[in-house]
């Protein structure tokens, strides 16, 4: 296992066309995780799933993003209409957990966003 | 979840070792204190994670005081290749998410 791949790594897009991004999380782990992070800020949390389900998503993200992990496997992250402000480092993580402590995720190295 | 504070920079030079204390005063009896490392254009990696007194593995100790409410990173002997930004957080069985701060920036020098 090589650990939590991001594609693509780097996406220019003009403001208004759709983009999603893709994560492939560490096989054995059942938590999966997207995070935004913008320059000189720490991440931002933005959504969660225990297997395939999505436990909560953040107030950050408005109705024109949209995740999915089918089947509890990969997950994809799909930004529509998008705007400048969306500009920013996309970052996927996964954890196991049957307890509940995470003991640490493992971060994808993520998807850099420029909107134009 | 307990709020945590720390030093937004450090300098510190070659083969030193680089101490950086958080603070986490409303700190939970179930919270547990984790420790991030990360360069640019990469993802947070995980460093360690403890409960109470101290922990070490091969890249860092950690050092938590009896009343938990801070705890310090150790870094043995620095080199250039450890200039990144360093998060402190709390997490606990209850937690799915974390709550990063803006971090530590740390800045090696020859």
């Known amino acids: 296992d090589t650990g939590v791949s991001q594609d693509p790594r780097h996406k220019i897009t003009k403001r208004g066309q759709n983009v999603t991004f893709r994560c492939d999380p560490i096989s054995e782990h059942n938590r999966l995780y997207w995070y935004r992070q913008t320059l000189g800020q720490g991440p931002e949390f933005l959504t969660y799933?225990?297997?395939?389900?999505?436990?909560?998503k953040s107030r950050l993200l408005s109705d024109r993003f949209s995740a999915e992990r089918p089947k509890g496997s990969f997950s994809t992250l799909e930004i529509q209409r998008t705007e400048q402000g969306d500009s920013a480092m996309y970052l996927c993580a996964s954890s196991f957990s049957m307890t509940g402590l995470s003991y640490g995720y493992t971060f994808g190295s993520g998807t850099r966003l420029t909107v134009v | 979840l307990a709020k945590t504070t720390q030093p937004i920079s450090m300098d510190s030079y070659e083969g030193q070792e680089v101490n950086i204390t958080c603070s986490h005063n409303?700190?939970?009896?179930?919270?547990?204190i984790t420790w991030y490392q990360q360069f640019p254009s990469q993802g947070p990696r995980f460093i360690i994670q403890?409960?109470?007194t101290k922990v070490t593995n091969e890249v860092a100790s950690l050092f938590i005081p009896a009343d938990r409410k801070s705890s310090t990173l150790s870094l043995p002997r620095v080199s250039l290749s450890d200039t990144a930004v360093y998060y402190c957080?709390?997490?606990?069985?209850?937690?799915?998410?974390?709550?990063f701060g803006t971090g530590t920036r740390l800045k090696v020098l020859a």
């Open positions: 799933f225990q297997n395939e389900a999505q436990l909560e």
């Open positions: 957080l709390v997490e606990n069985s209850g937690t799915y998410k974390y709550i």
């Open positions: 403890g409960y109470k």
């Open positions: 409303n700190i939970a009896t179930n919270d547990y």
